[in-house]
Structures are given as structure tokens and as C-alpha cells.
């Protein structure tokens, strides 16, 4: 195949924080997996701690939903939510 573009063209910022985003939802899944397994042998303390731990992984999903980081549109894409 013949190369077709500049070899120095930089990919979006949208692409990393994607990417970012994927790596952190799919740690949430490495820790509640074995947590859902053994669920019954320990005690509620680890049950309020696992909810404690969804609840901020929603929030952090709700901010990058409102800050608008899943919008491909890069006209629509909120670059001051982001950086500030």
C-alpha cells in the first residue's frame, strides 16, 4: 500500500481521552469480576466498599459525558471542560 498523508500528522486529543477512558472502565470490570466471584464469603464492609468505588467511577462517567469527550463531532467537543 502506498503511504497516504504527512507521517507527522497528530491524531486528536479525543483519541486519547477515549482511549483513557476505555483503560479505566475496563479496570473497573479486572476488580469487581473477582469481588462479584467471592461475594458471599466476605462481609458488608467490602459490599459499601465496592459500592463507594461505582459511585465514583459513574460520576467519572457522567463528567466525561457532560464535558463531551465520547463526541466525535470536534465541533461540539468542549476543550474548556477539559482542561481546566
Given at each position: 500500500?502506498d503511504?497516504?498523508?504527512e ?6 486529543i ?9 483503560i ?8 469487581i469480576?473477582?469481588w462479584?466471584?467471592a ?12 459500592v463507594i ?12 459525558l ?12 468542549k476543550?474548556?471542560a477539559i482542561?481546566?
Amino acid at each position: 500500500m502506498d503511504p497516504v498523508g504527512e507521517a507527522r500528522e497528530r491524531y486528536s486529543i479525543a483519541f486519547y481521552l477515549v482511549a483513557m477512558e476505555f483503560i479505566v472502565f475496563d479496570l473497573e470490570v479486572v476488580f469487581i469480576y473477582p469481588w462479584a466471584v467471592a461475594f458471599l464469603t466476605h462481609g458488608a464492609g467490602t459490599f459499601f466498599a465496592m459500592v463507594i468505588f461505582i459511585v465514583i467511577l459513574f460520576i467519572g462517567l457522567v463528567y466525561t459525558l457532560k464535558a463531551g469527550t465520547l463526541e466525535w463531532d470536534m465541533k461540539k467537543f468542549k476543550h474548556e471542560a477539559i482542561f481546566k
